[in-house]
């Protein structure tokens, strides 16, 4: 399956002067701060800060109540490439040749001292504040109100493409097939749903480089690595205002997160 590939070089680096006061709110509602610029990109990098913002403000949880409220971490640094994630997830949810649910972006610093290359895997975002659902004129397009999932209700769509317009993360495509829109939904109806623990993605991916869990749970692994200190974890895409659920970090092998607990979970 051929993928495109978008030049993160061609894009315009900003500085954290750009960054609104609405936008620095928003990330410390969600127990975030912004510390820095990735390099080369326009993603900020954020922490944790949430022993004095996420537990003094209760705006995130009374307007966001998903229990599990699922999410995912990409440990950018572990992603090889192997594309194992893209076969199950095509195996998985029926996706065409033509489409995708997930692509890996290839970024290249050619004056970088060692690894010169980095693999970036990207998904639907299933952002709380999702700008597809409010662009759909059908109501096609939906937010999951138990677990906050963007889900497709695909008898509902017109196949307008007007999400695919609104989404700022390029992660739908039309399903020619079907006659309708198609993006991931974390695997929900044809895993999550039925009891597995991890989306196929996740599930095969062998490095261990995407982790998916439940955000609103203390005790998960995704939560511990978005709320911890030690590493930077961003988002993509902030100035969107998108609030996304799905988030970054620099891990490496030597991370203090392995696959003891999410092979638990398998």
């Not at 489409?99 to 970024?107: H, N």
């Amino acid at each position: 399956m051929k993928l495109m590939n978008i030049n993160l070089e061609k894009l315009i680096p900003e500085s954290l002067d750009s960054v609104s006061p609405m936008e620095r709110r928003s990330f410390l509602k969600m127990g975030l701060v912004i510390t820095g610029v990735f390099a080369g990109g326009r993603i900020f990098s954020v922490v944790s800060n949430v022993n004095e913002a996420f537990a003094s403000s209760t705006d995130f949880v009374e307007k966001y109540p998903y229990s599990p409220h699922y999410s995912m971490v990409i440990r950018q640094g572990l992603c090889i490439d192997c594309e194992q994630c893209l076969q199950a997830c095509k195996e998985t949810n029926s996706v065409p040749d033509y489409g995708y649910r997930t692509r890996i972006l290839t970024k290249t610093v050619s004056d970088a001292i060692g690894r010169q290359r980095e693999f970036i895997p990207i998904l639907c975002n299933h952002c709380n504040d999702a700008p597809c659902t409010r662009a759909c004129p059908t109501k096609a397009t939906y937010k999951n109100e138990v677990n906050g999932v963007v889900m497709m209700n695909s008898k509902k769509c017109i196949g307008c493409k007007m999400c695919i317009l609104a989404c700022p993360y390029e992660a739908r495509y039309y399903n020619a097939e079907r006659r309708a829109i198609d993006k991931c939904n974390f695997c929900y109806d044809t895993r999550i749903s039925k009891g597995e623990k991890l989306t196929a993605c996740s599930y095969v991916c062998p490095t261990g480089a995407r982790i998916f869990g439940d955000i609103s749970d203390p005790e998960n692994v995704v939560y511990s690595m978005v709320h911890q200190i030690e590493k930077q974890v961003w988002v993509l895409r902030p100035e969107s205002g998108t609030k996304p659920n799905v988030f970054y970090m620099k891990a490496t092998r030597s991370s203090p997160w392995d696959l003891r607990k999410q092979a638990g979970a398998r």
